[in-house]
């Protein structure tokens, strides 16, 4: 059974910084794309970073872009996200997804219809 465990989340203030892991079992995701998406109260969920299998290949959204870092380690079957600089706007349950098929850089890992795996979430607060 395949099951992505997010851990890291947790209440700071605007300016901090916080690292999100993502753990993968029951399969290797090392060739295959993962990705960080985020849900606040009353919105839709809102793509946040996705990778390609090497960490060669990365893509933001644009309001994460300069603060946030996606990451990986294949041989941890995990994946990262370093949040800098956050503010409040950032609050949301953060997911981490997983794609089933092998990495191609020709799709959309921005879409949440590219992923089959998904967490349970982790809370990020970031207060004013």
């Known amino acids: 059974q395949v099951q992505l465990v997010e851990s890291g989340g947790g209440l700071v203030q605007a300016g901090d910084s916080l690292r999100l892991s993502c753990a993968a079992s029951?399969?290797?995701?090392?060739?295959?794309?993962m990705g960080w998406f985020r849900q606040a109260p009353g919105k839709e969920r809102e793509f946040v970073a996705a990778?390609?299998?090497?960490?060669?290949?990365?893509y933001y959204g644009d309001s994460v872009k300069g603060r946030f870092t996606i990451s990986r380690d294949n041989a941890k079957n995990t994946v990262y996200l370093q949040m800098n600089s956050l503010k409040p706007e950032d609050t949301a349950v953060y997911y981490c997804?997983?794609?089933?098929?092998?990495?191609?850089?020709?799709?959309?890992?921005?879409?949440?219809?590219?992923?089959?795996?998904w967490g349970q979430g982790t809370q990020v607060t970031v207060s004013s």
């Open positions: 990778i390609g299998w090497s960490g060669g290949s990365t």
């Open positions: 029951g399969r290797t995701f090392s060739n295959h794309a």
């Open positions: 997804a997983a794609d089933s098929r092998t990495y191609y850089r020709g799709r959309d890992y921005s879409r949440t219809s590219m992923y089959d795996y």
